[in-house]
């Protein structure tokens, strides 16, 4: 089984462990790819679009070839976790685009960049996702404002939802990839086995 982390900007290697570690706990053996070009992707199993910015994430995918793959791995079905800047990608719609910013318009919602204001860059909530407590870190997090009728809601912070899923893909405002708790990396592991 095969990792893709696209490793083109951002958080990459607290992804790669954050994967090694989950891999370790579920007796899995794989192997975690770092995605820098055209032609690797597709053969992995799954994929992580880390955090980093979304508007230099867009420009370097589009640049090295790899945005029109990410869409087709979406449309082969394949799993997809979209953190931070990786949930901006996978919107369908941005309230507050940047200039130029590009998406992948994989899942049907409406993000809002930089949700939490400039007192809230960074900070530390431990909401239920799933009905459970998970310690979620945001950085300059983006929300999901709107979402269609097959998106389902993983999780809020107070109203605002920060967990989504819709068929293959999980897209999360926080970092699951800044804490102990794997639960997202082993979940994408065990979507890409079956
Ligand atoms: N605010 C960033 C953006 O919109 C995302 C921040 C992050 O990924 N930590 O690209």
Do not use: W
């Amino acid at each position: 089984m095969r990792v893709g982390i696209l490793a083109l900007q951002g958080d990459v290697e607290e992804h790669v462990e954050a994967t090694k570690r989950a891999m370790e706990k579920k007796e899995i053996s794989g192997e975690i790819v770092k995605i820098k070009h055209s032609g690797v992707l597709k053969d992995c199993d799954a994929l992580i679009i880390p955090g980093g910015e979304s508007t230099t994430l867009s420009r370097l995918m589009i640049r090295e070839g790899i945005f029109e793959e990410v869409k087709k791995f979406a449309e082969e079905g394949k799993p997809i976790m979209g953190v931070c800047a990786g949930l901006v990608l996978l919107a369908k719609r941005c309230e507050n685009p940047q200039k130029n910013q590009k998406l992948l318009e994989l899942m049907d919602i409406t993000i809002r960049r930089n949700a939490f204001g400039r007192q809230r860059e960074s900070f530390e909530a431990v909401l239920e996702i799933d009905g459970k407590p998970y310690n979620c870190v945001f950085i300059r997090a983006p929300a999901v404002v709107d979402v269609g009728k097959n998106v389902k809601v993983r999780g809020r912070f107070n109203d605002v939802i920060v967990a989504v899923e819709e068929e293959n893909l999980i897209g999360l405002a926080f970092h699951p990839e800044l804490t102990e708790d794997t639960r997202f990396h082993e979940e994408l592991i065990q979507r890409a086995r079956t």
